[in-house]
């Protein structure tokens, strides 16, 4: 299986992951960019954008590996924040997940 193969495949797996489940949302954002980053150079102006601009705006929040190194006080801080971040991107992190899934999913 080619590269390009795999990280289509990676991110319809993503996208329908997060299509029905916040759980570890950073992460899954956060790989969906680096995937439209592999895939075109830079993941602006396609499908991948929205994760590039969530990413940007998270990227002090703790991912999953990090979170077993910071306070209570912080996660709950940061559990807070990421709740803010997933409703106020639904619709925009739904649209680029379905087109994700519409535009590799049978590649």
């Given amino acids: 299986m080619s590269e390009n193969l795999k990280?289509?495949?990676?991110?319809?797996?993503?996208?329908?992951?997060l299509l029905i489940s916040n759980t570890e949302y950073l992460d899954k954002v956060i790989e969906l960019w680096?995937?439209?980053?592999?895939?075109?150079d830079q993941c602006w102006d396609t499908e991948f954008h929205v994760f590039g601009v969530i990413e940007s705006d998270?990227?002090?929040?703790?991912t999953t590996k990090v979170r077993e190194h910071c306070s209570a006080a912080m996660l709950e801080r940061s559990d807070k924040e990421i709740e803010e971040v997933i409703a106020f991107y639904?619709?925009?992190?739904?649209?680029?997940c379905n087109k994700i899934l519409a535009k590799h999913q049978n590649v």
């Fill in 7 to 17: 990280l289509r495949t990676q991110a319809c797996e993503l996208a329908k992951s």
């Fill in 90 to 96: 639904k619709e925009n992190v739904t649209e680029a």
């Fill in 58 to 62: 998270t990227d002090h929040l703790p």
């Fill in 34 to 40: 680096k995937i439209g980053n592999s895939l075109y």
